[in-house]
């Protein structure tokens, strides 16, 4: 049985790992996209993470594929709509001023093929527009039933505060969650001041690139392993230091418990403070079995204390 996780006061409840969507139409062919997707609900899954703009980096994409290809999946068996929870995001690129806001919507919810918006994100912050218009025009959506409940991704904690105060103020539609980048080898994105604000606000945090890019299933061990996927060379830099004594005290919980890397990692995100869900992607059905599997995983205190020691940063000579 998977305990559901609250989505802040959004009366939407979650299981604690979330699927993401980048890898739809990029590194997952349609075939592919489709079997991970029927896995991860089939394995208790709850929650998928898209946004518009994936996969623009593609070259010849122009974004929207990701969404496009959940909105097929949906339509092959329609009731997977009432077993899942969809997160989109808007203005990675665009921006988010109020009008590519309102088309931005109508876009997502045409290649989703759905009516609402589950969890409607801004993709990052915009300071080129008020927030009091940005969060209007979100709030406005809400409003009309277009979307059911927002959150915003990669703010800084002064940013999030004013965006949450800004609400407040205005008696708009309130965001319920924060996405930032956070994992084992990245604590330091989030906890600190961050963390501070969120919690303060009663936000739930879905962490993104959960398992940096890969590298947290230890897959990456030297540099003539970076060739192992096009992500690789996003990994590179955690080939030293703080990057090896995280894989070396997940190799040794691994021994203990007989689960994978990628399983322990997701582990110790889901049971960090403030945490509702880790978001992690998967290019097979093989590789989500470990990440599924996670959600099954409870770390001993000493495990999670060995691991905190590991991803802590090192303490200045
Ligand atoms: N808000 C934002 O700005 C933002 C930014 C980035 C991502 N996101 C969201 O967060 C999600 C998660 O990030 P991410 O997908 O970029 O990175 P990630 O979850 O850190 O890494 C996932 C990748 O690791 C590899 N992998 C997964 N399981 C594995 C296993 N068991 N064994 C070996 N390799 C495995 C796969 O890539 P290969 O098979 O190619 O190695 C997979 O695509 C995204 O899909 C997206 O929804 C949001």
Redesign the pocket.
């Known amino acids: 049985m998977i305990e559901k996780r609250p989505v802040g006061d959004s009366g939407i409840t979650v299981a604690p790992l979330a699927l993401?969507?980048?890898?739809f139409g990029w590194?997952a062919d349609e075939a592919t996209s489709f079997a991970v997707l029927d896995a991860f609900v089939d394995a208790g899954g709850t929650m998928i993470?898209?946004a518009d703009v994936y996969s623009a980096w593609v070259p010849g994409h122009q974004g929207g594929e990701s969404e496009t290809l959940i909105g097929r999946w949906l339509k092959r068996d329609p009731s997977n709509r009432d077993r899942v929870v969809i997160a989109t995001?808007v203005g990675f690129t665009s921006g988010l001023a109020p009008a590519v806001i309102e088309a931005a919507c109508e876009a997502s919810l045409r290649r989703l093929g759905i009516e609402t918006i589950d969890l409607y994100y801004q993709?990052?912050d915009d300071e080129s527009v008020s927030l009091a218009d940005s969060l209007g025009a979100m709030d406005k959506l809400v409003k009309a039933g277009k979307v059911r409940a927002l959150a915003l991704?990669?703010f800084t904690p002064q940013r999030l505060d004013e965006a949450m105060i800004t609400v407040q103020d205005r008696g708009l539609a309130r965001p319920c969650a924060l996405?930032p980048w956070y994992?084992l080898v990245e604590r330091e994105r989030l906890e600190g001041p961050l963390l501070d604000v969120a919690t303060r606000h009663g936000l739930a945090i879905f962490p993104?690139?959960?398992?940096?890019?890969?590298f947290l299933?230890g897959?990456y061990r030297s540099r003539a392993d970076l060739g192992?996927?096009?992500?690789g060379d996003r990994v590179a830099d955690y080939l030293e230091g703080k990057g090896m004594r995280v894989l070396a005290a997940l190799d040794e919980i691994a021994e203990e418990t007989g689960a994978?890397l990628?399983t322990i990692a997701l582990a110790w995100t889901m049971a960090q403070p403030g945490i509702t869900a880790p978001?992690?992607?998967?290019?097979s059905v093989r590789?989500l079995a470990?990440?599924t599997a996670a959600m099954h995983l409870d770390l001993s205190a000493d495990q999670i204390a060995r691991l905190d020691a590991a991803s802590a940063e090192a303490v200045p000579a």
């Open positions: 993401g969507g980048n890898v590194t993470d898209t995001k993709h990052k991704s990669q996405q994992n993104f690139f959960s398992l940096a890019n890969g299933t897959k192992k996927s096009v992500r994978a990628a978001i992690a992607s998967a290019t590789q470990d990440l």
